[in-house]
């Protein structure tokens, strides 16, 4: 038995009732790294999407943020960020989601990406399109980078590892109309896929940062790759670069350092 898409937009809208239930509370804060941040808000989430997906589809295969790969059929496999934006969430900025993805085979078929503060889920389905609130959702047409606004985001290893995206950064800065660093990038991709921005990149993410996100821009018209190129970019600690068709050469070109 596999799901429909309604049944992944209601489990990350559950999720998201629990992500605005904790809203202007006081967080139980743990670091998994200097920088990287998890809450009990995380916990609850996730708890609550593996409690369910195993309940309504046992045998299925888990791989989610805070408990990593789940046994189960390996045809079938949910990926879950049950926050994506924890660092947001946690100073009270509202920028932040829960990311569900549903792969069969190896390909993404259903992905959904809920914003609890503005009751936004865009959502798609492998073949079907792509939507925001049941309405059809398509990326912009730009095609060069002086008109393009873009957005990207930093790795959490950002103080120590000198491959850490500032350079790309400052060099776009000066191409485009702007840069954007909003704390989510399964929100970044969801804003690509409906042309609040143009084009998205960053390095070294997780599968459940950009698996949902990604067919939902894929589905909105967005050419998606790795930095290389390649389709690659669910490979943990890999990148990903989302743009509109026309821009994306330009700025991959610019990525790659031509």
């Avoid at 390095?203 to 050419?223: F, H, M, N, T, Y």
Wanted: glycine share 10%; proline share 4%.
């Amino acid at each position: 038995m596999q799901p429909t898409l309604s049944d992944v937009e209601s489990l990350a809208r559950q999720a998201g009732e629990i992500l605005r239930a904790g809203i202007g509370l006081s967080h139980k804060v743990d670091y998994k790294g200097a920088i990287d941040l998890v809450t009990e808000v995380d916990h609850r989430s996730e708890a609550h999407l593996l409690g369910e997906i195993r309940r309504m589809f046992p045998g299925h295969r888990i791989l989610a943020e805070e408990s990593g790969a789940q046994s189960g059929d390996n045809c079938c496999i949910w990926i879950v960020d049950p926050l994506d934006g924890t660092v947001n969430y946690a100073h009270g900025v509202p920028i932040y989601g829960v990311s569900i993805a549903f792969q069969v085979d190896g390909a993404t078929t259903l992905g959904v990406v809920y914003d609890p503060t503005r009751d936004e889920c865009f959502s798609a389905q492998l073949g079907h399109g792509a939507w925001l609130n049941g309405a059809p959702v398509q990326v912009s047409q730009t095609s060069q980078l002086n008109d393009s606004l873009l957005v990207t985001g930093f790795s959490y290893d950002i103080r120590t590892n000198p491959n850490n995206n500032l350079d790309h950064f400052s060099r776009l800065s000066l191409l485009t109309q702007g840069v954007r660093r909003l704390g989510s990038a399964a929100l970044d991709l969801c804003y690509v896929a409906c042309g609040r921005f143009d084009g998205f990149w960053e390095l070294r993410l997780s599968p459940w940062d950009v698996a949902a996100g990604a067919l939902i821009a894929q589905e909105a018209g967005a050419k998606v790759t790795d930095i290389h190129g390649g389709s690659n970019f669910l490979a943990p600690h890999l990148s990903i670069v989302a743009a509109a068709p026309l821009l994306h050469p330009w700025l991959l070109a610019t990525l790659q350092g031509e």
